[in-house]
C-alpha cells in the first residue's frame, strides 16, 4: 500500500491495483508524482489490473483528468488493463476525449535560445521597421493637414475630443498645478528667506511656471490622460478591426480617427496651459501669503512686474507642440497594436512613455532655441 496526499494505492488479491482518489484536487496545490504510481503498477508481483476508486472525491478540475491519463499511458506501455467503470459518468467521457486526438510530435514549441548577433539583427530589423512605419505616418498626417478643407471627419466627433480633452480635464490639472506652484513657492522661501529676499518667491514661481513648468506640467499629465485614452481607443478598433472597415469603405484612419484627434488637443492645450499657469501662481500665492506673511496684493503686483509677454506666449507655444506630440504619439502607437486584448495595455503603455519622452526632448530643444534667441 502507497499513500501520497489525496491518492492512496492499495493491493488487493495480489493481482489488483485499487487506485483511490479522495479529497479535493486542484491544479494550485500541485500534481502526484507518477513515480510512486510506477513502482506500484511494477512492483513484483506485477498486477494484472488497475482500477480507480473515486468515492470519496470530494472536488477536482483538470489534474483529475491529467492524472488518470498519465495512469493509462504508463499501463498501456507496460500491458496492463484499465478499469475505468467506476469513475463519474463526466469524468469518464472527459478522458476519453482527452485521448480521442493524440498529441501531434513536434506540435509542442521547444524553446531554443537564439544567438546574440540574431537577436540584436532582429532588433535592429524592429527598429528600422518601426521607424519607417512613424516616418509613414507622420507623412500621411502632413498630408492630410495639407488639404485641411477636403478632410473628412464628424464634427459631433470633434467637439466630443474637444470636451473630453478640455473641460474634463480641467480637475487633476488644478489639482497638479496647484500643488507644483506651492511646491516651488515653498522651496525658494526656503532659500530666499536666509537672504532677507522673500518677495522674489513671486518672481520665482512666476517665471518658472509661465515659462517652463506650466506647460511641461500639463503636457505629461494630458500624456498619461489623454495619450493613453487615444492609444487605447484606436488599439480597441484595431483589435476589434473596425480599422480595417474604415479602410474598406474609403476612409483613412488618419482622415477620420487621427485629424479630430490632434485638432481637439492642439486647441484645447494653450487653453489648459493658461490655465495652469494661473492655478500654479495662486499655489506659489498661497505660500508667500501664509508663510512669507507677503500681502495677496504685493505677490501678485511683483508676479506681474517679473512675469512678460514673451514668457506667456513661449510658455502658450511650447504647449501647443506638446498637444501635437501627445496626439500623435497616442494615436500612432494605436494604430501600430497587435490583435490581441494585451496589445491594447502595451499600446497604452507605450503612448505614455512616447509622448513623455517626446515632451521633454522637445523641452531641451526649446531650452537651446530661446538661449540663441535671447529670449
Known sequence: MTEENNLLLVRERDSELV???????RLQDGLPSMDAVKKEIERPPHARLVLFDTRELAGWDSSVIWFLTKVSEVCREIGIPVDRGKLPK???????????????????REFVAMPFLERVGQSAIGAIASFTETLNFLGQISFTCLKLVKVRFRAVDLFLFIQQNGPQALPIVTLISFLVGIILGFIGAVQLRRFGAQIYVADLVGIAIVREMGAMMTGIIMAGRTGAAFAAQLGTMKVTQEIDAFTTIGLPAEEFLVFPRVIALVLMMPLLCLYADFIGILGGAAVGVGMLDISLTTYFRETMNAVSLTHLFGGLFKSTVYGVLIALSGCLRGLQCGKSSSAVGDAATSAVVTGIVAIVAACGVFAVVFYVLGI
Open 19 to 25: 487506485i483511490r482518489i479522495s479529497g479535493a484536487w
Open 90 to 108: 463526466g469524468l469518464r467521457r472527459l478522458v476519453e476525449l482527452a485521448e480521442a486526438v493524440p498529441e501531434k510530435k513536434g506540435a509542442r
